[in-house]
């Protein structure tokens, strides 16, 4: 399905619009001199979520695609199961409401109670039976990730029109197919970002097993229980890693790579998946306008 | 009480220890080109907190601070109140429990129900009186940021020992007072590093309206929120801005000022707190080691 069509142009299935007015807000202030400056900002806005009469959570959002998001969030919170079957999803724009709903009815009034609070960009509630799914997930041994690969990945990416360049302060995830970034979700959450594309990967009934997941944000031990989740084998961020993030990769043989940034990575986990197929020396580094994190780890 | 000591021997009366073997872990991979390499990560593991008898959240901290963490949390959550009186703060650090006895019973069922997935690095839950409380809150007018107070704060934040020049992948915010820096607190989660800071002026007695809020994330909502919650008239950032989080700070009339790194920043509200007593130019700009985050969107 990576080449059955070009909707954005460049290259992308799906990713989030930096020319949708809703995304982004001109704001005015002044600058260390005290002169006006008027500079973007993302936007950001509740979207209340129910499951059929069940209201579950209200996310703070950028606000596009909500029918991706509030599957996307369903089905990693164990909400929605693979074999459910989704009748209609009802976005009401002036209200701020998203509605999933089922042929299975459900209720997760005693979920509600056990919450655990996670890390880092995290979406703050993990319920308890999502890591009893994840110690019995099983992620595709076969599947592999070339360094060319990596390095072309990170390349489109950063080079990607996004609202990170038109007005910075958001998260990106990226799902990819060998050399070829596929959907890009952008949000002020990055759990936010890995939901909707969680949901598009439903919807569209795409398979997990010969992906590439890549994002912004940290590996902290939630993006991994996401990824693995997700059934996705391999997970690429330009940040760095929590050490329970590294343990749960590796227990769950996932592949994590860490402070991809131009021509370095550090891999933790699952590196045998890995095929050194690129000189790093002859790969483009990164330009100053893409680096959003420090660097200085990677020159140690 | 900023000249009272200097108990960690470079200014500051309290910052997370990055030569805590706790906090941090040496880990074994492999680098982009195959090569072995040890590098250090953060820590992060699950705290779970009782509020007397209730469990009231569990989550995912370094693990430095618990009492400052479990007090904090509670305050921010509007679940302990300033006239609360705490009796005591248990912690097991074999069953990563913390428990915070009040005299005053509490009983959080019903709050516990209502919950609001806050943005960005946020802790996920923010119980509804908390807006009201919000709403409730007056800021210092007198208060002011001298942009050398600024310019000094930065500088000292950006070159303090920290886990961050460490390991990485980490946040930190600032509890500042004038040009000094006076508690800096790391965590992979911003909100745990808020709260820690939360919970040390809570009972330490700290007065509020003379102190200076720094963050190395993004200035969303909820930081906006938890700032005036704090008391703290003055929030700065030197990462980006959400349209939502200046427009809390705009009703509020707290100071927002983000992208602050090296000579730059840009305010967005409160800006008649800003004293203009430095010339820019002869603000030190930032080493690159620094820098976490890019500098592209000040630079347009």
New interface residues.
């Given amino acids: 399905m990576a080449s059955s069509s070009d909707p954005t142009g460049d290259g992308f299935l799906l990713r989030s619009d930096p020319s949708d007015p809703r995304l982004?807000?001109e704001?005015?202030?002044?600058?260390?001199?005290?002169a006006p400056?008027a500079?973007r900002?993302?936007?950001?806005?509740?979207l209340t979520l129910f499951l059929n009469r069940q209201e579950i959570?209200?996310?703070?959002?950028i606000g596009d695609h909500p029918d991706l998001l509030a599957v996307g969030y369903l089905l990693n919170q164990n909400m929605l199961r693979p074999d459910d079957e989704i009748t209609a999803i009802d976005h009401d724009e002036e209200l701020d409401v998203v509605v999933v709903r089922t042929t299975r009815e459900t209720d997760y009034e005693a979920k509600?109670?056990k919450?655990?609070?996670?890390?880092?960009?995290?979406?703050?509630?993990v319920f308890g039976d999502v890591m009893a799914s994840f110690e019995g997930a099983a992620l595709a041994s076969e599947a592999r990730l070339r360094?060319s690969w990596l390095y072309a990945l990170t390349h489109r990416i950063n080079t990607a029109p996004s609202l990170y360049?038109e007005?910075?302060?958001i998260h990106g995830c990226v799902l990819c197919q060998g050399d070829r970034p596929l959907v890009y979700m952008e949000d002020?959450?990055r759990h936010n970002a890995v939901d909707k594309i969680a949901g598009w990967m439903f919807l569209n009934v795409v398979p997990a097993a010969d992906k590439i997941f890549y994002t912004t944000g940290?590996?902290?031990?939630?993006m991994v229980i996401k990824t693995v989740m997700m059934g996705i084998p391999i997970l690429v961020s330009r940040?760095?890693?929590?050490?329970?993030?590294?343990e749960l990769a590796r227990q769950a043989g996932l592949t994590l790579i860490?402070?991809a940034r131009g021509?370095?990575?550090?891999?933790?986990?699952g590196?045998e998946r890995?095929v050194?197929d690129s000189d790093?020396d002859a790969a483009p580094d990164e330009a100053?306008?893409?680096?959003?994190?420090?660097?200085?780890?990677d020159?140690?």
């Fill in positions: 982004s807000a704001v005015a202030g002044i600058d260390q001199t005290g400056v500079t900002v993302v936007t950001e806005k509740p959570v209200t996310m703070m959002t509600l109670q919450k655990v609070r996670t890390s880092g960009c995290a979406q703050g509630t360094t360049l007005a910075g302060a002020v959450g940290r590996l902290t031990s939630e940040s760095g890693f929590t050490a329970w993030g590294v860490g402070r021509r370095r990575f550090v891999a933790l986990a590196q890995i050194f790093p100053p306008r893409h680096r959003r994190k420090s660097a200085r780890k020159e140690a």
